[in-house]
């Protein structure tokens, strides 16, 4: 997500959570992070204050148990006063930088009892949110398209960004056989190493004749789940 809203050159005001690191390099995605639910009322009152200058520039960025937590009520003061900017709800179905704690989207209690579970998308549409959309982050070019259309938008949008966390069992993600870089294909260009996923290093000093790399990218392995999402973002076909 923070990868694909580098392109857009907007002001990405976020919050507490895992998403928090994308603060820093390489990704360097957020401009702001003061306190739970900050997110939503900092990219209020931004467009409120940048008026047309901030049109298609402000973002919030909060992740689902967060929203939960405390971004009901600024949300719903978004759409009451036609706010123009775009939230962005990062949906990991758990509560997962504090140690997948329950909350009330995940269907359980924190004793483990089966509970409501609330539905997101009906929950932003009740506070008066029309601009809608759900997306799954590891598909970039979704992504990309998503964020385009929803900033060209007036008025407040939404997009529910849902993915279970990698690390969260219950979700029962069934990794997929790790990827590899392709070292005659890399052409060192560290398109690859933006994403700031950490099986992804650099091997300095691996050149090839023709070419003016200076060093090739490499996956480690044991940690890659084989998500895919640096094999769409090399456009030279180096990983697979
Ligand atoms: S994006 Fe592709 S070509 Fe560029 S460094 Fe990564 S693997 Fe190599
Ligand atoms: S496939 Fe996914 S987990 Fe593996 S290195 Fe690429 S981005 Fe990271």
Excluded at 175 to 203: H, Q, R
Aim: with cysteine; proline share 4%; aromatic share 6%.
């Amino acid at each position: 997500m923070f990868y694909a809203l580098r392109k857009y050159k907007a002001y990405v005001h976020g919050d507490i959570g895992c998403y928090t690191l994308s603060y820093m390099k390489p990704l360097e995605g957020l401009h702001s992070c003061i306190c739970m639910g900050a997110s939503i009322g900092m990219a209020h009152g931004m467009s409120k204050a940048l008026k047309e200058k901030g049109k298609g520039k402000v973002v919030g960025v909060i992740g689902d148990s967060t929203f939960l937590h405390s971004g009901i009520t600024p949300l719903l003061d978004m759409a009451y006063n036609h706010s123009d900017a775009l939230i962005v709800i990062l949906d990991n179905s758990t509560t997962a930088m504090t140690g997948m704690q329950e909350h009330p989207g995940t269907g359980y209690t924190l004793k483990g009892e089966e509970t409501t579970k609330v539905n997101l998308k009906v929950l932003v549409s009740a506070l008066g949110i029309d601009n809608i959309k759900i997306i799954d982050p590891l598909d970039l070019q979704e992504t990309r398209s998503a964020i385009k259309e929803e900033l060209a938008k007036d008025g407040p949008s939404v997009i529910i960004a849902q993915r279970p966390c990698a690390l969260f069992k219950r979700a029962n993600i069934k990794s997929k056989p790790a990827l590899k870089v392709d070292p005659d294909k890399c052409e060192g260009c560290k398109m690859c190493l933006g994403l700031n996923c950490p099986p992804i290093s650099w091997k300095k000093g691996i050149t090839k004749e023709g070419s003016k790399r200076k060093g090739i990218s490499f996956i480690d392995g044991s940690i890659c789940n084989g998500c895919g999402l640096c094999q769409q973002v090399c456009k030279f076909g180096a990983i697979s």
